[in-house]
């Protein structure tokens, strides 16, 4: 992650879901706070509802890769959580992509540049 940095303190993560604007889909929720800083705050959380360790660790890694791949077509300044829904272990990495970027886009955070895995 070239300009973010992990969401890590709680009042962040309850001022985020309290103040923010959030999209939701089937396997995810994005919530997203414009901060003016000068980097991006990212934190992605799954429940223990989703699953045992691994498979809520593999869905975390999942997210964390899909955030890496399309951060440079999210503006900077931005505190942002992304968190797993119960469906998120049982569809595939292309369609919790495309959840996460349909998200995006409905909430207006999500600018024209290279797509995912393309070269600048």
Do not use: W
């Not at 973010?4 to 879901?17: A, D, G, P, T």
């Not at 997210?63 to 300044?77: A, C, D």
């Not at 505190?79 to 409905?106: N, Q």
């Amino acid at each position: 992650m070239k300009f973010s940095v992990s969401m890590k303190k709680n009042h962040e993560f309850r001022r985020l879901y309290a103040k923010g604007k959030s999209a939701a889909a089937p396997s995810l929720v994005v919530y997203f706070r414009r901060t003016g800083r000068a980097y991006n705050q990212v934190g992605i959380t799954v429940s223990t509802k989703i699953g045992n360790a691994v498979c809520r660790n593999r869905v975390r890694r999942r997210l964390r890769e899909i955030y890496r791949l399309n951060e440079r077509r999210l503006p900077k300044g931005l505190d942002m959580v992304i968190v797993a829904r119960r469906k998120s272990p049982f569809v595939t990495y292309a369609a919790l992509e495309k959840a996460y970027l349909s998200a995006c886009s409905g909430l207006g955070i999500l600018s024209e540049g290279p797509k995912s895995g393309e070269n600048d």
